[in-house]
Structures are given as C-alpha cells and as structure tokens.
C-alpha cells in the first residue's frame, strides 16, 4: 500500500502545484536533520501562507496521515529533487500588477518624503538636527573629539536597532491590536527618521576618525571594495522587494521565503552588511567607520536570531523545515548537502527586482557626490 511505503521509509516527500508555484514538503526518521513534525502544526503553518489553497492542505493533511490520497495500493506518490515548503522570492508579475495600486504608492512615496522633509530635514521646522545634537550631548565628556565622533555613531545606531527591532519583536501583538497597515505606518515613521539621521551623520563624518591604516593607494583595494559593496545589495532581504507592502498599499505580510538568496543564506540581510561594513572599513580605515561597522554588524547579528525566533513562532513547523535545509553561514547549507542549488539556479536571478538592484546600485554609486553634498548641508 502507498501508505505502507511511506511509512517503511526512512525518508519521504512530496510536491504539489498550486497557483503556478509549488508546494512540498520532506520528512525523515532521521533526528539529526529535524525533529517530528506534528499534521495540525505544519497545516495550520502552511495555512499561514495565502497562496496555498485548501486542496494543497488537504494533500498536505493526507501525504502526513500516510493515506494514499487516491493512489492504486501499489503505488505511492512520487518523490522529487526539489522541496519547497516557503513562497518564492524575488516574483513579479506583471500580469498581477494594478495601475492603481503604483499610483496610490507614488502618492505614499511623495507624501513620506515631504513629511520627511519638513518635519525632520529642514532646519527650521525639523527636529533631525535637535535629534542629533541630543545624542551627541550624551556622549559630552573631556575626551578628544575624534573619540567622541564614533561614541555618536553608536549612540545613533543603538537608538536605531532599539526601535527597529524592537517594533519588529511586537509586530504580532501590534497588528491585532491596530492592524497591519497601521502598525506598518507606525513602523516605517519611527523607523525612517532614525535611518536617515544615522545614515547622514555617518557620511558628513566618516573621515573625522582617527585614521588606523590607509589602504586606498595599494593596487586593487579599490576593486576589492567596489565589488564587494556592489554583491552586498543582492543580498536584500527579498521582502524589501514587495514595495506595495512596504508603503502599505497592499496588506503587510510576514513571507517565508526559501527561493532565491535564500538558498545561499537564510538571513541575506546580515550577510549583505558585512560585506558592505568590511569594503567601507577596509577602504577609509578610521575609527568612526569601524565603530559604525562594529554596531550595524551587532544589529543585523541580533536580528539573526531574533528574526529565526520570530518566524518559528509564525509558522511552525514549516519554518523548521526551511531552516534545516538552509544555514545563516552562505553556503554552508549547499556544501553539507542539506541545500541542493537546482540545474537552473541562476534563473531564480533574472527576475525585475534583481535587475532593479543592479541599476539602482550603479547609479547610487555614481550619485555619491550628490548624496555627500545633500548630508553636508544638514551640517548635523
């Protein structure tokens, strides 16, 4: 019988398709690879995801009881290379897409960064530079200058990550109590203003440091750097992506992605600010870069665990399924074998977002002279 076969095996899977993607799932009597997982646990994770449909749940239900679900008792079920429990990343569709929906996101967008302006940017009605001159006033001591530069830096990161983690530790509690869009708006207006004063105070003051070495003259630094800080953006976090939930034009949702980046590492995000932190720290080499390296590299470690804490407590099950075939060190996973990478990886990149990223980071690099010129005129 199919359910004997699957159940005398030490290992089995299954897949099933559903709105053009794929749902699976894996389970094996090894305990060395993830612990038993329990029918009510992976639906209701499962359930979580609002691609998958109820005919994909009851299959799911099913292949866990270890019923045939409509195979002759001889048969069972076959077992494919590929297993994904987790959305794919990094998907647009244009065939998805609502004019009106890019139009109420360039009203947000305009509306987030005249408010920004006016209450934060702007010297006379802002209170950015009051924020700033606040965090520095806390770090007041008969210390050089040079050493209270980077005793800011932190102060401004460590103000950042408390609120940002920490309205991300809440994000359940506060979207039952105000709603998902609300909670997002609320989110991104504490969240925001704090990026951008730590981001400008870094850039008006990332030579002020005192130098520890000096390695721009040596041949190739250069390119090392460069390469490295342009890799680093494709390491974002595919939800950054989803630029309509971002602006809270459509439902803000938690993903579990697996596709993708994912595979290399399952917290993109920490991977792409080391990288970006090293090629900045090994290319100005002073003090104030290195403390800036040091605090954001802290955060994005802290949010390692704290992000693997928060999406277990969401999905369950499942999301034990992905982390046991996917590690936070890059490709830790693909060499142990616990991630096979498919024939075709490489497609899971030639979608917008990515192409996006690539001519978002040229020209970023390219408009550095403009963002140093903007930061300076703050004078924060």
């Not at 005793?151 to 401004?156: D, F, H, P």
């Not at 407590?313 to 890059?330: I, L, W």
């Amino acid at each position: 019988m199919a359910s004997s076969v699957l159940l005398s095996n030490p290992s089995f899977a299954f897949s099933h398709r559903y709105n053009g993607g794929t749902v699976a799932f894996r389970h094996t009597s090894s305990f060395a690879f993830f612990k038993p997982l329990k029918t009510s646990n992976v639906a209701k994770s499962l359930r979580k995801n609002p691609k998958i449909s109820e005919k994909t749940l009851l299959f799911c239900r099913k292949i866990l009881a270890g019923t045939s679900i409509g195979e002759t008792d001889e048969k069972s079920p076959p077992v494919p290379d590929e297993l994904i429990v987790g959305e794919d990343s990094a998907v647009f569709d244009f065939g998805n897409q609502k004019i009106s929906s890019w139009l109420y996101f360039t009203g947000i967008l305009g509306a987030v960064l005249f408010v920004l302006d006016v209450g934060w940017l702007d010297s006379s009605t802002g209170y950015g530079k009051a924020f700033v001159d606040a965090a520095a006033g806390l770090s007041e001591s008969h210390e050089p200058a040079n050493f209270l530069l980077q005793v800011v830096m932190l102060i401004l990161i460590f103000i950042f990550a408390t609120f940002h983690s920490g309205m991300a530790s809440l994000r359940d509690p506060g979207e039952k109590l105000v709603g998902e869009r609300a909670y997002r708006v609320l989110f991104a207006g504490i969240s925001l203003p704090l990026a951008v004063s730590t981001v400008v105070y870094f850039i008006n003051h990332r030579y002020d440091g005192m130098q520890l070495w000096q390695l721009q003259s040596v041949p190739g630094v250069h390119q090392l750097v460069w390469i490295l800080s342009f890799i680093s953006f494709f390491f974002l976090y595919p939800s950054t992506f989803n630029l309509l939930e971002v602006a809270a034009v459509d439902k803000p949702k938690m993903h579990l992605w697996e596709t993708g980046i994912m595979r290399i590492t399952r917290h993109p995000q920490m991977v792409g600010q080391v990288m970006w932190c090293l090629a900045h720290t090994v290319w100005v080499g002073n003090s104030v870069v290195l403390a800036a390296s040091l605090g954001l590299i802290g955060h994005h470690l802290f949010g390692v665990w704290n992000g693997d804490r928060r999406m277990a407590s969401r999905y369950g099950d499942a999301f034990e399924v992905v982390k046991s075939r996917t590690s936070v060190v890059p490709f830790a996973a693909v060499l142990d074998g616990r991630q096979k990478l498919p024939r075709d990886y490489y497609k899971e990149f030639i979608r917008l977002p990515y192409l996006s990223i690539t001519a978002l980071t040229l020209g970023a690099y390219w408009a550095h002279p403009l963002m140093q010129a903007a930061s300076f005129r703050l004078h924060w």
